[in-house]
């Protein structure tokens, strides 16, 4: 048996092959060329452009693959989506010359250039526009004014935009990298089981990147007042110190909590205290 993985070729291949790695799943050669072999056999690997992933899926060429919300949407693509990892966060923009207004362009017939055509159709459809697509193939910003009123895009950050002098006016969907499975092989029990230690795994290691574990010392005299403040995935573990009256308590904390924390438990008498990374947490 073969589980069958497509991973994007690119930027966001180096995000997915880094989880992977912390899942367990070790990749040789994957920045050389669109095979790499895995460390475990079962997975064959091959690296695609995302907007191809997530038809392929659906089409039973690869059993699980990861791709953007976006060109799931985009491609219609019937596929279980098993996590939204969070990854490459992006908006998918409707954009006009910074000088333009917008309200005019609903009083004309326009021309409209995107890489999502599915997608553009749907939100133009909807806001009333007669408009004629044209499919781009990158560096779509470019196309306004002389060749386009309007551009339909991704953008993360929105400098791309500012910079050849577009603005926003709309926003037609939100994205962010899924993991998605074909869902014949779902029904597949073998393969299902394989999946689902994966997922399993891929969800440790996203809880484990959002806590730390926090271990310090404290007097007895302390310990519930540190104990009270201490949030935890169920309770703090605390034991007693070889040969002493003090106790050590361990708690996983959210990272993003630490900062403020750590002072506080100071003043209640908390020592030692020690921040420990988290690979997984399950």
């Known amino acids: 048996m073969k589980i069958k993985m497509a991973i994007p070729k690119g930027k966001l291949q180096i995000e997915i092959i880094k989880l992977l790695d912390e899942v367990g799943l070790t990749f040789q050669s994957a920045d050389r060329n669109y095979r790499p072999k895995c460390s ?12 191809n992933i997530p038809k392929l899926v659906e089409l039973e060429q690869h059993d ?3 791709a953007g919300m976006d060109w799931i ?3 219609n693509a019937d596929v279980t989506v098993l996590k939204s990892l969070g990854f490459n966060p992006v908006e998918i923009v409707a954009c006009i010359p910074d000088d333009w207004d917008y309200g005019d362009l609903k009083k004309r017939k326009i021309i409209v250039a995107t890489e999502y055509k599915a ?13 004629k697509l044209i499919r781009s193939y990158g560096a779509t910003e470019v196309f306004p004014p002389e060749d386009a009123d309007m551009i339909i895009d991704n953008t993360s950050t929105g400098t ?8 926003i006016v709309d926003v037609v969907a939100t994205s962010n990298t899924q993991f998605f499975a074909n869902k014949a092989c779902l029904n597949d ?6 999946i689902d230690d994966v997922l399993l795994l891929i969800n440790g290691v996203m809880q484990g990147r959002k806590r730390v574990l926090l271990e310090m010392n404290c007097r007895e005299s ?10 935890s995935m169920r309770s703090p573990t605390v034991s007693q110190l070889y040969k002493s009256t003090d106790f050590s308590v361990k708690s996983a904390v959210k990272k993003k909590e630490v900062k403020s924390l750590v002072p506080k438990l100071i003043k209640l008498g908390a020592t030692d205290i020690l921040e420990i990374p988290i690979r997984k947490c399950l």
Do not use: M
């Open 40 to 51: 475990n056999p079962i997975f064959d690997v091959k690296l695609l452009k995302s907007q």
């Open 64 to 66: 699980i693959g990861f």
């Open 160 to 167: 791309t935009i500012i910079a050849n002098h577009l603005k």
């Open 119 to 131: 997608l553009s159709k749907k939100f133009l459809d909807e806001n009333g526009f007669d408009y």
């Open 222 to 231: 302390d310990l519930d007042s540190i104990i009270s403040l201490l949030p």
């Open 189 to 194: 029990p073998d393969k299902k089981a394989v």
């Open 73 to 75: 949407n985009e491609q």
